[in-house]
């Protein structure tokens, strides 16, 4: 199971309805430096602006460009809808659950399947450009850079595709597990693996450096000031050389942790399935406060404004980034796995309920 978590398989969803029905209580936590900020006089009502009803849970994190958001469903479907007030622009069916965040480049929409299939839209009208097919479920986020589109398959597989023929230009195989989605780091791509984390050559394919880590990495490492940060099911934060692999530290948390960081301002923020959020200086390593969701920790976390963002069982968190002190919170019906963004003055994410939502 721990190499398919990031694919947001029904194990994972086991896991986290298992972990989060036993701690889904009401909106708030404790943080370990002050918990006087948790008093819900000081946590804002999120505000929402408007949703939009998919046929299916919305797993991953939309993007939003030139005014619209793309988004995969699990009813098989990748959706553009209107921003400011999203109506639906177009839909396109594909064969599969679409689970990874489209790219966007040059007006085209590119996105895998659990259909074995990538695709590359227009992104004015959803009309198909081209399609190939993998050997096997392609549920990663791709990212596109000269001419190429990256993307990882179920099968241990990087793929570089030319981005206005579709034509193969490289692959490696044989990755340790279920390989993340790819992560860009100056001239290579970092991809977490069943073993750690390993560097690629985006012009290649050629290996360049692998890092061990206890268990598999699932999820993308972030990359900030020559370090690459990624998370463990071994429940560490790992921080690594990003030009070599060599570890500079690491921080020990109470579970998995199964979802990316983020990073701002000298800290890396992260969550994972012991229930707790942390901030972590990004020099030394050491805590500089935890929270302790009671509708647990569901997503990948987004930092704006100062505030910093996550998913949980039952709606959004949002915590002050410097105390960790609650200061939002927004309900929905249903588990929050995509990650939030924020554009446009809003937060935009998806749920388990099968709704894209729009708030501040």
Known sequence: MRNRI????PSL??????FVGVRAQTPGGSASVDTSGNASASVAAGVERWKMKAGGSVYSTPLVANGA???????????AIDAATGKELWRFKTGGRVLGTPALSKGTI???S???????????????KW???AEYAVNSAPIVREGLVYFTGTNGVLYAVETETGKLRWMLASIAGTPSSPVPNGNALLVGTGAGLISVDAVDGKKQWSYTAGRAVVSGPVVADGAAYCTSLDGHLHAVDAATGALKWKFKTEGGLPFSPAVTAGAVFFGGIDGNFYAVDTATGTESWRFVAENGVTSAPMVADGIVYFGSAKGLYGLDAK???QRFWFETSHIVTSAPLFANGLIYFGGWDGTLYAVQ
């Open 6 to 9: 990031n694919n947001t398989t």
């Open 13 to 18: 969803c086991l896991v986290l309805m298992l």
């Open 69 to 79: 958001i793309y988004f995969g469903s699990h009813d098989y479907q990748v959706y």
């Open 110 to 112: 590119y996105f895998g």
């Open 114 to 128: 659990q259909d074995t299939k990538f695709y590359a839209l227009d992104s004015a009208t959803g009309q198909l």
């Open 131 to 133: 399609k190939i097919k």
């Open 323 to 325: 105390t960790g002190r």
